[in-house]
């Protein structure tokens, strides 16, 4: 069965950055991409960028343009987010989705989920 | 970026009652292949979101057939036709259409 499994929780200093990894598994990893959402506490889910894992091809909300950076290792299935310049409206929860690439499928599959917390 | 306003934001339901849930884009959601990329989410309290129903009004595999999904264009609607207990939590419908995708603000299901 298809699974996106997120690393941990992270709390973070502002203006650090943080790294978030997602191993996918049971299904093609190259047909399909990635995307990132977040939610704060309490609030709606926003997209952040979708990354074709098979040729690198990203896209990105104009919000985090700039300071979000999305790789992929076909080697292990993995696609890490890393966001840069942390304030504290960066607290929530990132989740990674499975999306379209060579298959055409929107944001079927969500990850448990990694709280993010950005305190001083 | 397409706008998705959701309606209403709160729905209280008695079990075993229908319930439906509005979604209206500010641009149509109609893409260049001919398909509607207009996705319903279902979020419970402490979970990930898990998709309910995609391009418009096909059910994923495992949601029970009394949710369903219709529309087109700018218009959609979320239907339930009997609310149990386990559809408490937050519906969200999303729009893949066009980057960024983006979301509606969300309905909380909630039993009376």
């Known amino acids: 069965q298809v699974q996106l499994v997120q690393s941990g929780a992270e709390v973070k200093n502002p203006g650090t950055s943080v790294k978030v990894s997602c191993k996918a598994s049971?299904?093609?990893?190259?047909?399909?991409?990635i995307s990132w959402f977040r939610q704060a506490p309490g609030q709606g889910l926003e997209w952040m960028g979708w990354?074709?894992?098979?040729?690198?091809?990203?896209e990105f909300a104009q919000r985090v343009k700039g300071r979000f950076i999305m790789t992929t290792d076909l080697s292990t299935n993995t696609v890490y987010m890393e966001l840069r310049s942390l304030a504290s409206d960066d607290t929530a929860v990132y989740h990674c989705?499975?999306?379209?690439?060579?298959?055409?499928?929107?944001?079927?599959?969500w990850g448990q989920g990694t709280p993010v917390t950005v305190s001083s | 970026d397409v706008v998705m306003t959701q309606s209403p934001l709160s729905l209280p339901v008695t079990l075993g009652q229908p319930a439906s849930i509005s979604c209206r884009s500010s641009?149509?959601?109609?893409?260049?292949?001919?398909?509607?990329?207009l996705n319903w989410f279902h979020q419970r309290p402490g979970q990930s979101p898990r998709r309910l129903i995609y391009?418009?009004?096909n059910r994923d595999s495992g949601v029970p057939d009394r949710f369903s999904g219709s529309g087109s264009g700018t218009d959609f609607t979320l239907r339930i036709s009997r609310v149990e207990a386990e559809d408490v939590g937050v519906f969200y419908c999303?729009?893949?259409?066009?980057?960024?995708?983006?979301f509606g603000q969300g309905t909380k299901l909630e039993i009376k």
């Open positions: 989705v499975r999306d379209w690439g060579a298959v055409t499928v929107i944001a079927d599959h």
């Open positions: 049971g299904y093609t990893f190259a047909n399909y991409g």
């Open positions: 990354i074709n894992t098979k040729n690198g091809d990203t």
């Open positions: 641009q149509s959601l109609v893409y260049r292949n001919g398909n509607t990329y």
């Open positions: 391009e418009v009004s």
């Open positions: 999303m729009q893949g259409t066009k980057w960024p995708y983006t």
